[in-house]
């Protein structure tokens, strides 16, 4: 029974250590809500600084600068910031999904009511319009899984959290 006790204590305790190290990564805060996203060190991100892009995983420089790749940028210089995250992913396969079947049904509604003739033509400025904004999300979906949720500078704030940062 003291086994079993100390076990579950031993169990207990290297369970609860994970918690109490938080990880290094840039916290991104919205002015206009102050709800705050953490982008963890180590993510695939694309950062836009003065026109050019850098695309990769980033760690920590220091305690003002970013790397990725091989490049090291200043956080005070990035533009715009395209983090991918799992809800990004989800939110790109929903709208691609939604959007490719909307697309297609305006598509084909547009097709069988020029088909139709008559009456049935006063329908294509819907027909055409659910056609043109499921392919627009579609669209949208798509550049959400392959950059990600975009966070520009103009409306997010950057700051680096880093507790111990490696030389």
Not at 73 to 84: A, D, F, G, N
Not at 120 to 142: D, E, M, R, S, V
């Amino acid at each position: 029974m003291k086994n079993a006790l100390l076990i579950l204590c031993f169990i207990f305790f290297s369970a609860t250590t994970g918690v109490a190290q938080s990880p290094n990564g840039i916290i991104v805060k919205n002015y206009k809500n102050q709800k705050t996203k953490f982008i963890e060190e180590g993510s695939k991100i694309t950062v836009k600084k003065y026109g050019q892009i850098f695309k990769g995983t980033f760690q920590l420089a220091s305690n003002e600068a970013i790397l990725v790749n091989s490049d090291t940028i200043l956080i005070s210089e990035v533009q715009e910031l395209y983090s991918k995250t799992a809800g990004s992913n989800i939110g790109g396969i929903a709208s691609t999904a939604v959007g490719g079947w909307a697309g297609a049904g305006g598509i084909i509604g547009t097709a069988a009511v020029l088909s139709e003739g008559s009456y049935a033509i006063i329908l294509i400025p819907f027909t055409a319009a659910i056609g043109a904004l499921g392919t627009f999300g579609a669209i949208k979906g798509i550049q959400l899984l392959s950059r990600g949720k975009k966070y520009k500078s103009v409306k997010w704030e950057y700051t680096l959290k880093y507790d111990k940062i490696p030389k």
